[in-house]
């Protein structure tokens, strides 16, 4: 079965929603946790559950070459692998090939993208057909289309000649999909240009996925070049098909996205900020490695988590100078949680006419440490 | 309160009893998993609890140095400060200070022993009055005395100085204990010398501690020397007060120790191997990383553990050649699971009257991959 989206309400742009898998439904706008490597790290999926994470991303690029896709599917898929029973989307690879590539060198044809592995610099080639058998076999419960990140900035030429190479890499890749019970995201690309922007959103709309999602460049352009590329694309897109965009996990760019009616985003941010101490709250971001914790034996934050509940920011503090792993662990839980957390908030919110609201409540908060 | 000690019942020397402390009632004999800095590596308290480790071993020389006693204090002490509510015995730090000292180096003086901070080379100075005075501090349910681990091999005379001293350490550390809610055990010492581990027995004994170990050598001796001290001085040893052997954690030593009569015993070892991908199993030890199993959907072991339950080898297998830390955190549930397992396997046996058996079977299997 494929994915079904259901619009539940809007909120201005904002929206609540359903996304419906063969795996589990969860309400939009929704945060997932990456799992790169087939886990979510240092995290089970019980410990995800318990934190609200209704479903996670994992990365097709890292899976291809460790420990295979055949292994995966020898498994069984990628959840009964991993023993993940709810939704878990796959990205093509294709962000992986432009930023991990060894040496950053490679060579973009027609074709695909010939690259080193960043691994041990073996020659390899993405195309669109191969990320997508591999999506195939990991039997993730939504594939994306394999497409170029454009760098920035990039020349309206450039964008230009890679946004339709995109829309044909698109068109190549549904041809080959195989898998009846996973679902295929189209990506919107275009670079910062309104109107390739516009051209790659109606061109990819008209080949009929079964969502969306707004692609970023190769680097991490500023945030509010990110912002014009939603507010460009968003507008061509389907009401009744969920919308996605990828790598994003910053507080403000959430609420950015959700207003402007983004239902999905992947983000490693909470992860890796865990492993370096750095801990989302309520009064913006904290690094508990700073000797003012110490002796602060009060929670890390007003929160629900199992750490909040649990432990104190001076025993945190201690797992962190100490370089015990328990401490990335117990913050991963905590940085995950905020995020799904902010998530429940804006979607009450949402159903509640009070998004604007919340947004403004929630960063006069933020951007104010005590 | 002290802890009490209640010797239910014996099978040759292998005694099944049950250790009630302030923190709760364990039976033993009993393996205790190592929490050097606060944390048994990787693992929450809860998931303590869940393989059935009824009490940990935290480290006092590395609380010591980081975060400092007096931030456990301030905390509540370890329980509180670590979020574990169950029995915690805590270490004198001698035998890390023999093992970790910078370059080795170290100047023994009647007043303790002089070394250098394994992590930035700070001259240090730890007395038998400041480890029962961190220990305090610390608030465990059991401390150990301050003994000198005499080097292996050492002459006769090293032996008996060394012996002689670690009793005059034994009593002043004694004289110096000020917390009426902890229990304290005398360490026998005596190197490999029949006489010496007799007298050191005798005279640690006549102090009236609240439990004896067996305190080994600085280096780890032979496994038939290591059998050797135990048989010198357990005869001496009171059947009323528990007896613990420390850092110990093989299998097959562990069998040899209940054997013995010993009741408690701990190790780094299940955690340590988990984090570099070896795994006890009913049929010897195995390395995840091995090529085998690879394609290997089967579990680790015929367990009930967590990550025999949910999760294959070849999962395992791909976590660790990953480097992905949850590798080592489901490891180190299974191998923590194995050994606290083959407790409860040799206290059924003891009950039953039928550790020999049990101990043959064990090691038959043990011994012999199939």
């Not at 700073?290 to 007003?302: G, I, Q, S, V, W």
Request: with cysteine; hydrophobic share 35%.
């Amino acid at each position: 079965m494929k994915i079904k989206y259901e619009l539940t309400k809007k909120d201005g742009r904002a929206r609540l929603g359903k996304l419906i898998t063969n795996h589990g439904t969860f309400t939009t706008p929704m945060f997932m946790p990456v799992g790169t490597l087939a886990n979510v790290k240092m995290l089970t999926p019980e410990e995800l559950k318990e934190v609200g994470s209704a479903v996670v991303l994992s990365n097709t690029y890292h899976l291809w070459l460790r420990p295979g896709e055949d292994i995966v599917k020898k498994a069984g898929g990628l959840h009964k692998f991993m023993n993940y029973d709810g939704p878990i989307l796959t990205d093509s690879g294709g962000f992986q090939v432009f930023s991990l590539a060894k040496n950053k060198e490679k060579d973009i044809t027609e074709e695909g993208v010939h690259f080193k592995s960043h691994i041990d610099g073996k020659p390899l080639l993405l195309t669109p057909e191969l990320s997508i058998e591999i999506q195939n076999k990991l039997d993730s419960d939504i594939a994306m289309s394999f497409d170029e990140c454009i760098p920035y900035p990039a020349t309206y030429e450039y964008a230009k000649n890679s946004t339709e190479r995109t829309l044909r890499w698109a068109k190549r890749g549904k041809d080959a999909f195989k898998n009846e019970n996973q679902s295929l995201f189209g990506i919107v690309q275009g670079g910062e240009f309104e109107d390739l922007r516009k051209y790659s959103a109606q061109e990819t709309v008209k080949m009929d996925f079964d969502g969306y999602s707004i692609g970023g460049t190769s680097v991490g352009e500023d945030k509010d070049t990110m912002y014009k590329m939603v507010d460009y694309a968003i507008k061509y897109l389907p009401e009744d098909k969920p919308r996605y965009l990828m790598g994003v996990g910053e507080p403000s760019d959430l609420l950015e996205g959700v207003e402007r009616g983004i239902d999905m985003f992947d983000c490693v941010l909470p992860t890796r900020l865990a492993r370096h101490a750095n801990a989302f709250t309520k009064h913006g971001k904290i690094n508990l490695k700073n000797a003012c914790y110490k002796e602060d034996f009060t929670p890390l934050d007003d929160c629900d988590c199992y750490t909040c509940k649990n432990y104190t920011k001076a025993y945190l503090r201690h797992l962190f100078v100490a370089k015990e792993g328990l401490g990335g662990r117990l913050l991963s839980i905590h940085n995950i949680r905020f995020l799904i957390k902010m998530m429940e908030d804006m979607r009450n919110a949402i159903s509640e006419d009070k998004f604007l609201e919340y947004k403004k409540e929630f960063l006069d908060k933020y951007n104010n440490q005590p």
